[in-house]
């Protein structure tokens, strides 16, 4: 059995309480030696924590908002050959130590000579100092994403010059002393590695602050020197066709994508690795709404991003963007977060809106029969719990001209070449919530009497009012009817619901004069707006539609019966 190894968080410096702002792993993944497991993100960085060895996720200890130190225990890992390397290591450890050189003469005498020039730097005095990249581990050619200071500037020791951007990490740079940058020798996007010139700075040199290196401290950055001297040794020479590769393959192909806001781009809510996807992918991350755990960025909302910007680019729907403005400098504003039904329903709309060409055909059905019969059955309903209304009139009409015009019940194949015919009549109504509109669906409406529907239309209409509406009260509607009779209005042009191919637009009814031949008459005449996609529906088949629906409506006997 592999043995179980802890992973604890590493040294972060002199942070403590960090936060965990991302899980990368689950319980049960295997992963490799240097794989993250989570991301912290302290005031100046957001680093991964590193698996010490491949293995498999045994368990998790932390989840994204814990706060965590140096030394925290984060997850258990199943060591994947644990006891192989054990030997061999500690023979190279040995071997390491047998063959490190002791010290010479030379070196002592170096030492001597630095610390007692050191010694005689006046306390207070200024100097210009260059500030050079640290060590940052095995990587090269890092990329500089962000120049936090300008020439001229007055800075504190360990204040951030540049950010630099790893697929691990990102991390500043941070000044050696207090003092004032005299220039910036690096700009945004530029590559750099350890020892690299970012700044020189003018520093006041002396004093306590070089009092407080050490000379066990030189030989302890002699001795660092001497290992990374040895191991340049030992390691391969790079392969000179790395040096002749251009420059332009490191830099994505953004086609039409617009250009990325980089001062924006290093502040962004995100994680490392998703800054560095996002890069790859030529996305800009200020102009991306963050799904994750406050607001943070995740790979899904970029690649979201991304979809949504090439679908515009290639003409597949997709619209240009409104502009951004700032609407404070006009005013007071405030913020107010859209409902969930609404942040749902908005792009469904949106995207119904943009793909299938809406057309609404006008027209008026004279329901004064109706309205009669409605009245008479009125106190038969009361006497069962049930209001009736003239929505299950106008729904059970519905039901009618369906049978009579299927291409009204189908829905449009993907394929864009088929029309996928439905045999059931499940219909939706628009119910107006205080949340937003939602359409709850009655199933089988060819089924059920007036009064069946008029009581299933209140139990879901109040259901969806109290917010209990199920996901299957929603599903599976082949027609939808948008009722503002009991608000106003004279004529709408609903949004067909798709994959629906037609909805129907009832405004209030309204007592109106109708010439019978012989003088006018007072007849209550009920308006309909009927939206259509015109891809499957004809201007002519919409108007045969609304006229038949009309005369079911003034009939009104087939639709009690």
């Known amino acids: 059995m592999a043995d179980k190894i802890e992973v604890k968080v590493p040294d972060i410096g002199d942070f403590d309480e960090v936060e965990v702002i991302d899980v990368l792993v689950a319980e049960g993944d295997s992963v490799e030696a240097e794989d993250g497991l989570i991301t912290l993100e302290t005031d100046k960085a957001a680093m991964d924590v590193p698996a010490p060895q491949a293995g498999k996720v045994a368990s998790l200890k932390v989840a994204s908002g814990d706060k965590v130190s140096e030394g ?34 030379s070196d002592e005498a170096d030492d001597s000579s630095s610390e007692s020039e050191e010694k005689k730097t006046p306390a207070g005095e200024k100097k210009e100092v260059e500030i050079t990249v640290p060590d940052i581990g095995d990587f090269d050619e890092v990329e500089l994403i962000d120049v936090l200071v300008s020439e001229g500037d007055e800075v504190e020791e360990e204040q951030g010059i540049v950010t630099l951007e790893t697929d691990k990490a990102a991390m500043d740079v941070p000044a050696p002393h207090g003092g004032t940058i005299k220039s910036v020798k690096v700009t945004s996007g530029d590559k750099v590695s350890q020892g690299s010139v970012v ?52 830099k994505p192909d953004r086609g039409s994508l617009p250009a990325i806001d980089e001062s924006g781009f290093a502040k962004a809510h995100a994680s490392p690795s998703v800054r560095k996807f996002a890069r790859e992918l030529g996305a800009d991350l200020v102009k991306i709404h963050g799904s994750g755990y406050k607001g943070r960025i995740t790979h899904d909302d970029v690649k979201k991003w991304v979809k949504s910007q090439l679908r515009g680019a290639s003409g597949g729907g ?7 403005i700032d609407h404070s400098q006009f005013g007071d504003v405030e913020r107010v977060a859209l409902s969930r039904i609404k942040k749902i329903s908005g792009p469904r709309l949106q995207a119904s809106w943009v793909n299938a060409p809406h057309v609404t ?63 059931y009549f499940h219909l939706g109504f628009a119910a107006d919530t205080p949340n937003g509109l939602v359409v709850p669906v009655i199933r089988d409406v060819d089924e059920k009497s007036v009064f069946d529907v008029a009581g299933e239309l209140g139990d879901l209409a109040k259901k969806a009012r109290d917010g209990k ?93």
């Open 318 to 324: 997709g619209l240009p963007q409104v502009p951004d």
């Open 199 to 250: 700044a020189v700075m003018e520093a006041l040199i002396g004093g306590e602050s070089s009092a407080a290196e050490t000379p066990a401290d030189k030989k302890d950055e002699k001795a660092a020197a001497s290992d990374k001297q040895s191991d340049e040794k030992a390691a391969p020479a790079p392969k000179a066709q790395s040096s002749d590769k251009p420059k332009a393959e490191s």
């Open 72 to 105: 925290t225990v984060i997850a258990e890992l199943e060591a994947a050959d644990a006891g192989a390397d054990a030997e061999p290591a500690a023979k190279d450890d040995a071997q390491e130590a047998s063959e490190t050189p002791a010290p010479s003469q």
């Open 361 to 423: 055909q006008h027209d008026d059905a004279d329901i004064t029969k109706m309205d009669a019969v409605r009245k008479a059955l009125k106190s038969d309903a009361e006497a069962m719990g049930i209001k009736m209304t003239p929505l299950a009139f106008i729904m059970k009409a519905c039901v009618h001209a369906l049978r009579e015009f299927p291409d009204f019940n189908s829905s449009l194949d993907p394929d864009g070449e088929h029309l996928v015919m439905k045999k």
């Open 469 to 561: 509406l199920q996901q299957k009260h929603m599903q599976g509607a082949c027609f939808t009817v948008s009722s503002l009779g009991g608000i106003g209005g004279t004529a709408f042009t609903p949004i067909v619901n798709a994959p629906e191919v037609a909805i129907l637009g009832v405004s209030k009814a309204e007592m109106k004069p109708v010439w019978n031949g012989q003088d006018f008459e007072p007849r209550l005449t009920l308006p309909l707006s009927l939206s259509y996609d015109h891809r499957v529906i004809d201007g002519a088949a919409a108007a045969r539609f609304t006229r038949y629906l009309a005369d079911v409506l003034g009939e009104c006997r087939n639709l009690v019966m």
